[in-house]
């Protein structure tokens, strides 16, 4: 079994509206600078008739994926960069028939009171599933549990991922305000880790306190010297260690951690 990676930004994507740093300017100037929202695919290979679940799915999922190669999707919460991408399965877009969508009570009622997703269910083209915390799903070759994790001030609740293969435990939690011990222990299980790196420093952005996220720095700091070989995701455009050639990245890299790419795949 695969992971792939999809996307390693955060919700609003590179380029981010309004903002002209550099980072965004040039994702204008250049689509190949442009960064896709962080979400995976789990897959046996890249055949069509191979198990494909997509964990998150976002405003770039048409970037992203093939519908017609899923066999699932896994909603972490009910943010822009984790559940705006299943309004392309509707009528609009690929208009999926019946599509497994795994999500816990809060978000599966979330959904069901809110259009335009409400209407997706309406047509039938996705189907909801329960996937709550310690619940797992068999891939045909793989296991994946949902693991609460901390995000606040939401109306979902926001579930990790321990994806078991054959060979190595995988856990992905791309986005979450605060560590938690049980999230912790969740990184100390794993084989790997991807983990969110939102932001570098408590001093990136103005806001930073209306949307707190375990900056890169401090998870370096409580994990460092882990068995369990650890990655950042969701990487906000304003985070140096997006940057390939900055000193910040050069700093994961000698620590021992690392920054997901798309493209890049585990296997488990
Ligand atoms: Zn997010
Ligand atoms: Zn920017």
């Given at each position: 079994m695969k992971v792939e990676i999809l996307g390693n930004v955060q919700d609003a994507g590179v380029p981010h509206l309004e903002c002209s740093c550099d980072v965004c300017e040039a994702a204008r100037e250049d689509p190949r600078n442009q960064k896709h929202v962080a979400s995976v695919m789990l897959k046996e290979?890249?055949?069509?008739d191979s198990v494909r679940y997509l964990i998150d799915a976002t405003p770039d999922v048409r970037y992203q994926i093939r519908g017609d190669y899923l066999d699932g999707v896994f909603i972490s919460h009910g943010q822009l960069g984790h559940?705006?991408?299943?309004?392309?399965?509707?009528e609009e877009g690929c208009?999926?028939?019946?599509?497994p969508v795994y999500v816990t009570d809060k978000t599966r009622d979330f959904i069901e009171r809110n259009d335009p997703y409400r209407l997706l269910i309406d047509k039938n083209n996705i189907e909801l599933n329960d996937f709550n915390d310690g619940e797992s799903l068999d891939l045909q070759g793989a296991e994946i549990e949902a693991r609460e994790a901390e995000h606040s001030r939401l109306n979902t609740d926001t579930t990790s991922f321990m994806i078991k293969g054959p060979e190595k435990k995988l856990f992905y939690m791309s986005d979450i305000h605060a560590w938690t011990d049980d999230t912790l222990k969740s990184v100390k299980e794993a084989d790997i880790a991807i983990v969110d790196?939102?932001?570098?420093?408590?001093?990136?952005?103005?806001r930073y306190e209306e949307v707190p996220h375990p900056v890169m720095k401090e998870t370096m700091h409580k994990t460092e010297d882990w068995d369990t070989e650890i990655y950042f995701t969701h990487?906000?455009?304003?985070?140096?260690?997006?940057?390939?050639?900055?000193d910040e990245r050069q700093e994961v890299e000698e620590r021992g951690f690392g920054v997901v790419e798309q493209g890049q795949e585990f296997e488990i």
């Open positions: 290979n890249s055949d069509k559940i705006t991408g299943l309004l392309d399965f509707g208009d999926k028939n019946s599509l790196g939102t932001f570098w420093n408590e001093e990136e952005i103005d990487l906000n455009h304003t985070n140096p260690a997006l940057r390939s050639d900055s």
